[in-house]
């Protein structure tokens, strides 16, 4: 049971939060837990659908960004984070097992991705002081400073919902799947 009130409904959150509950339904055909708990503040709400939105528009790509998501997740030990990245990797990202217990180890079986998730990993364990090595490396597999910027952000914006979910202990509403370790 979750540490912080996550509404039933929809219309059991704030009304500030509703309309934008209701467009997750309509684009996920469900409204999952994390989104219900983060509710509570329209702003955060509006924030984090905001944020999601925009880098989903950015130059990664939903395979990249799912890397980086299960990634994060096992460094912070968030269990919904892995459980429900794991589910959109294989469903929407595509990506296998293989990979996706490549990703979770900080890593990838594809050379220019894994660079990305190893710079992910190294942002998130550094707290972003990373080396010029580090930038360098990110940069000769193909990632140009745009990129770059998209794969720290995807980083923070990570961060951020595992840390949510790791305060609030939000109930798993997706197939579980629980962390390796933990921070």
Known sequence: ?????????IDAAPAASRPLLEAVNKQLGVVPNLFRLVSNSPAALEGYVGLSAALGRGALG?????????????????DYCLSAHTYLAKNLAKLDDAEITANRNGGSNDPKAGAAVRFAVTVAREHGHVTEADVRDVKVAGYNDAQIVEIVLSVALNVWTNYVNVVAQTEIDFPVVRANTSA
Do not use: K, Y
């Open 1 to 9: 049971m979750s540490r912080l009130s996550t509404p039933s409904t």
């Open 62 to 78: 939903a395979q990249t960004s799912e890397r980086i998501a299960l990634a994060v997740a096992e460094i912070n030990g968030c």
